[in-house]
């Protein structure tokens, strides 16, 4: 077994909440480390693409399913949740029982790992098994955060408290310290692929800009803004803006001699990165700890949710880049203009911070857990 001695191997499914990109990404790099250590490691998440994408990596994946839960007015209400799911709950109901048979079949595990989704929960229980929380959303479970102008945490600890009535231990990723009195929570920094901790960072006159969609609020207002600001005020840097595939041919347009559009491509993006001066973004969690830990700068313009709004409030509070709520002239230019300053106070709270890779902490507490039980039997059918 590599890296890890004698521990005994473990077999892990990790459940991964498969909307976007960044609990993917987190939980891969996890996986990957706990498979070079020796252990068995096989995925539950929602979204065939996501799935592939765990497969192309070796893995054995499976695709459930997650209700859809969306908040008004901050709360999920009971009446929204059942309208929402009523036509897919029949059939999602049948896929998660088909899932717990194709675990049973195939090994049921020592441990279940949970991002944001209701399937390995429900497999924890099941099985009498230990359920570990591993993501950035039970910072708001676990700590009273504030409303942050009309957005408030509720939904967001609702779909904890859904997804997972309780969990054994919360590991939640944080770029910035924080502290809860439940021992079973502990603090870590963020999960960062290797491929972003080993980039070679320089400093060229280069900017790079990616925009997500979220629903109905999609990249172009802050494509078109930011490229015209480059256009008419910033002559000495070149702008390389990503955007999703599906958005590109919409977004062509803004592109001159110094202001690219390009499909995203993860390396690539990564890359330019890591030579970038700063970065222009939404507020989201994980392309926030990428930045910080290539020690550039953000200015971040946060997408309707409580949790982007929160990623960056705390950006600026802390100094280590800035924000609004849309790209307008003004403040891109004193974001650039302080960029050097907001440079050295990110490298700082970096090498404080953000240098320790918590995967090994992560894999020691599993493999710290007793030997799992022999698998609960399913009653006999009368």
């Known amino acids: 077994m590599s890296g890890n001695g004698n521990v005994r191997q473990l077999n892990v499914i990790i459940g991964v909440n498969g909307i976007g990109m960044g609990h993917t990404v987190r939980q891969s790099v996890i996986a990957q480390y706990l498979r070079d250590r020796g252990h068995r490691v096989r995925i539950v998440t929602n979204g065939q693409s996501r799935a592939e994408y765990f497969r192309d990596l070796g893995f054995l994946a499976w695709d459930g399913w997650m209700p859809t839960l969306l908040a008004r007015d901050d709360r999920i209400h009971a009446r929204d949740a059942v309208r929402a799911n009523m036509r897919e709950a029949p059939g999602g109901l049948l896929r998660h029982l088909q899932l717990r048979r194709a675990v049973r079949n195939s090994g049921v595990p020592d441990v279940f790992v949970t991002d944001y989704e209701p399937n390995t929960p429900r497999l924890a229980y099941h099985f009498g098994r230990p359920l570990i929380s591993i993501d950035q959303q039970s910072k708001y479970r676990h700590l009273d955060l504030p409303a942050l102008g009309r957005y408030a945490r509720t939904a967001d600890e609702q779909r904890l408290r859904y997804f997972a009535p309780r969990v054994d231990r919360s590991f939640i990723c944080s770029y910035v310290p924080l502290a809860a009195e439940d021992r079973r929570v502990e603090f870590i920094a963020p999960v960062v692929p290797d491929l972003v901790r080993s980039a070679p960072v320089t400093t060229e006159p280069l900017v790079t800009a990616y925009f997500s969609r979220y629903f109905d609020h999609g990249p ?163």
């Open 220 to 382: 172009e207002e802050s494509v078109r803004e930011l490229a015209s600001v480059f256009r008419q005020s910033v002559p000495d840097r070149t702008l390389r803006i990503y955007t999703q595939p599906t958005e590109l041919r919409s977004l062509r347009g803004y592109a001159d001699a110094r202001v690219e559009i390009r499909a995203f491509d993860r390396e690539a993006f990564i890359a330019d990165m890591a030579r970038s001066e700063v970065v222009f973004s939404n507020a989201g969690f994980n392309l926030i700890s990428e930045a910080l830990v290539l020690g550039k700068p953000v200015h971040l313009v946060p997408l309707p949710t409580y949790d982007q709004h929160w990623c960056a409030k705390v950006i600026d509070e802390a100094e280590l880049g800035t924000a609004a709520p849309r790209i307008e002239q003004p403040a891109v230019l004193d974001f650039l203009a302080r960029g050097r300053a907001l440079h050295d106070n990110v490298v700082r709270h970096r090498d404080l911070y953000l240098s320790t890779d918590p995967r090994e902490r992560i894999a020691s507490y599993l493999e710290s857990l007793p030997t799992a039980r022999p698998p609960m039997l399913e009653p006999i059918a009368r």
